[in-house]
C-alpha cells in the first residue's frame, strides 16, 4: 500500500454543515441585514414614513457592500461552505432594498398625503346650502 495516499489525510471538499465560518457569517449577515432593508422600504412606502426609507437605503446599500466583499473573497465555488452562496443573496436583496428605499424617499409629496374625501360620510351633519338648519346626509 502506497503511504502517500492514506485516508487521514484526506480533506474533505465541502466545510462541515454545522460549522459556522467567517464567510458563512458574513454573508447570512448581509443577507438578513438586506431583508431588513426590505422590510423597512416597504413599510415606508406603504406608510409615507421617510425615516424608514433612509434606513432601508442605508441598510440596503451596506448589505450590498458586505455581500460584494465577501463574494470577491470567497474561496471556492458554491457550496463549499465559504458563504458564496449567502454572499449572492446579500447582493440581490440588498439591491432590492436599495431600489425600494430610494423609490420611497422620491415619491411626490401629493401621494404620501391622502386629501381628505370632498363628500362627508353618511350618518355627518351638513350644513345646508338652502335651508337655514342642518340637514343629515
Avoid at 406603504?46 to 425615516?51: F, G, M
Avoid at 432594498?97 to 381628505?116: C, D, E, K, S, V
Wanted: charged share 15%; aromatic share 4%.
Amino acid at each position: 500500500m502506497n503511504d502517500r495516499y492514506s485516508l487521514a489525510e484526506a480533506q474533505p471538499l465541502a466545510a462541515d454543515v454545522l460549522h459556522v465560518s467567517a464567510g458563512r457569517l458574513g454573508a447570512s449577515t448581509a443577507a438578513v441585514l438586506g431583508l431588513i432593508g426590505v422590510g423597512l422600504a416597504w413599510r415606508a412606502l406603504r406608510r409615507s414614513w421617510r425615516t424608514g426609507a433612509v434606513a432601508a437605503l442605508a441598510a440596503g446599500l451596506l448589505a450590498v457592500a458586505l455581500g460584494g466583499l465577501f463574494a470577491a473573497t470567497a474561496s471556492g465555488g458554491l457550496g463549499t461552505g465559504n458563504g458564496l452562496g449567502g454572499a449572492y443573496v446579500g447582493l440581490l436583496v440588498g439591491l432590492l432594498a436599495t431600489a425600494l428605499g430610494a423609490r420611497a424617499l422620491t415619491r411626490p409629496t401629493a401621494a404620501r398625503r391622502p386629501r381628505p374625501r370632498d363628500r362627508p360620510r353618511p350618518g355627518r351633519l351638513i350644513p345646508s346650502r338652502h335651508a337655514p338648519k342642518w340637514v343629515r346626509c
